[in-house]
């Protein structure tokens, strides 16, 4: 079976990384995770129904999505003075 091509600007989620990292959807919600916790990968397509909710956890976790050479979307943990300088601006 050919794997399916997962877009970054689509409305899909990437379910085959998302396996091959051993993750799985919440027993109770059956809500899959939206980032590799070891590489910041996230598995959301930008057009995905929840990417506005993604954005909004990964700001809330002080951390910020950039787009990679690759073409994938990635989620850092913001640098320290960026942080204190949003606080600042508040």
Known sequence: MKP???DPEGE???DETATKYG??????TKHWQSRIPE??????GRKHKTWNLLEKGEKEAGYEIYKHTDGRY????KDEQQKQIEELIK
């Not at 590489?39 to 959301?44: A, E, I, Q, S, V």
């Not at 990635?74 to 943990?77: A, D, G, L």
């Open 4 to 6: 399916t091509l997962f």
């Open 12 to 14: 899909g989620y990437d």
């Open 23 to 28: 993750l799985k959807p919440d027993p109770k």
């Open 39 to 44: 590489t910041g990968l996230l598995l959301k």
């Open 74 to 77: 990635y989620s850092k943990p």
